[in-house]
């Protein structure tokens, strides 16, 4: 069994392609507008893969309906099964649901791929999503009056930065009177009040911090949306791409920083957690691509023996979701986002993280071995600089290995990005020689002998 014989990667093949899915979408919205489009064009912005279960694919639509007629812009979220009785079940919930005025299209099935599609707003568990887009509702309870005109007429409307139907939604929000930019964090009722109180922990030490922290401006129980300040800067992962070492030394001496800060987050991380997650993950990449099963269960097995020998820092503040694009740089001021995972835990996993993820590019995007290595080696040598301990390197090792087998299910099974089974060969091969400390990329101890030839 492979991803070849899955009928909702087939149907992600189908909605990713202009040729096979935009027929479709104009056939629906002729019979429901009755007016056809002279033209149609779907672009893709999320893609959420669970291998023989299901996907989520968000995609933008533009339609044009006549020359001179400015064009008509919806989100379209795409819910694949593959149990096709859930088809049904879902169509019929949907019609239960009230339908927002501007959805435009009703909830609909394409039966032969066994695919539910919403209009968004309209998406399930996610109801706050339509009254949130209407700028005279939302503007008023989530933005500072002193970043809003004086007339509610001229109140701008939010934009949609990225769903997740099931999970959450990120609008961002521009001041026509301050420039400021804002990010609106919707959540679900469970991560709300944990949110709001990381956000609120950190940046109540900002003042005593060397990186910026969002400013947060507004949360409203009701609606389970948080409101901040933008933070200014390029996202990490685009200066990742330089291999420079400076730019790594600075985040270095910053991580050391945030794991001295005086922060007391609820959330506990913890190893058996965190091999549970890569098991689950790992069993995705398994059942698409059988022929990395050997290699997969042999790391496996070989990070749960080896954490039964290591002391993982427990006690310590971390970030808990630590990668490039959660790391806004700039010369002046380096900015950390995105603290609703706040813990307490182990440094090494914030270190890792960041590592894998570096080393997740250099395979996908063939950086150079030299240049990483030099740049890995600055990021730890910044961060001891400011520690009065030393890292342990076999931790390191364990957490770079297990994060970047993560980080291959995350960006490439989850996303599917073109090449992601050459992405996923690479994650596989690399965390074994990580684990042997042969890595082209990074110098750390071993963590086994080899046993295979790699």
């Not at 690399?430 to 046993?451: D, F, I, K, N, R």
């Amino acid at each position: 069994m492979t991803y070849t014989a899955d009928p909702v990667f087939q149907a992600i093949e189908q909605i990713r392609n202009p040729a096979a899915i935009e027929p479709i979408l104009i056939a629906t919205w002729e019979n429901w507008l009755g007016e056809k489009p002279e033209s149609l064009q779907v672009k893709p912005t999320l893609t959420y893969y669970r291998p023989f279960d299901r996907a989520r694919i968000v995609a933008e639509m533009t339609a044009t309906l006549a020359d001179g007629v400015k064009p008509i812009v919806l989100h379209l979220f795409f819910n694949a099964f593959a149990d096709p009785e859930v088809v049904s079940q879902e169509v019929d919930r949907g019609y239960e649901l009230p339908i927002p005025p501007n959805a435009a299209l009703p909830v609909f099935a394409i039966a032969d791929w066994q695919t539910v599609v919403w209009t968004l707003p309209h998406a399930p568990c996610l109801p706050e999503l339509s009254a949130l887009l209407q700028p005279e509702y939302f503007c008023p309870l989530l933005i500072d009056p002193s970043d809003l005109p004086p007339a509610p007429e001229a109140y701008p409307a939010p934009d949609s930065f990225a769903t997740f139907p099931f999970k959450r939604a990120i609008f961002t929000w521009d001041s026509p009177i301050t420039e400021r930019r804002y990010f609106i964090k919707l959540c679900t009722e469970k991560e709300f009040p944990k949110v709001v109180e990381n956000f609120s922990q950190i940046y109540n030490l900002s003042d005593r911090l060397s990186f910026a922290v969002p400013e947060p401006v507004t949360a409203d129980a009701a609606s389970r949306t948080f409101s901040m300040r933008a933070l200014a800067g390029e996202q990490f992962t685009n200066i990742m791409r330089q291999t420079q070492p400076e730019p790594f030394a600075r985040v270095g001496r910053l991580l050391a920083e945030l794991h001295h800060a005086d922060l007391h987050p609820q959330t506990i991380w913890t190893p058996e957690k965190e091999l549970k997650t890569l098991g689950q993950a790992m069993a995705d990449v398994t059942l698409v691509l059988p022929h990395l099963s050997e290699s997969i269960e042999r790391i496996i097995c070989q990070v749960t023996e080896i954490a039964q020998q290591i002391a993982f820092p427990r006690n310590y503040p971390i970030h808990a979701n630590l990668f490039g694009d959660q790391i806004l740089y700039s010369c002046d001021r380096i900015g950390m986002v995105d603290w609703d995972t706040l813990s307490l835990g182990d440094p090494h996993y914030d270190i890792g993280r960041l590592i894998a993820h570096f080393l997740y590019l250099a395979g996908r995007e063939r950086l150079s071995s030299k240049a990483v290595k030099n740049c890995i080696a600055a990021l730890l040598q910044g961060y001891e600089a400011e520690i009065t301990w030393t890292l342990d390197r076999t931790c390191l090792t364990w957490q770079i290995a297990t994060q970047l087998l993560l980080r291959g299910k995350i960006s490439s099974l989850r996303k599917l990005p073109c090449g992601w089974q050459e992405h996923l060969e690479f994650v596989v091969a690399e965390a074994e020689w990580l684990m042997v400390g042969c890595s082209e990329y990074v110098s750390l101890p071993a963590l086994m002998q080899p046993t295979v030839a790699l």
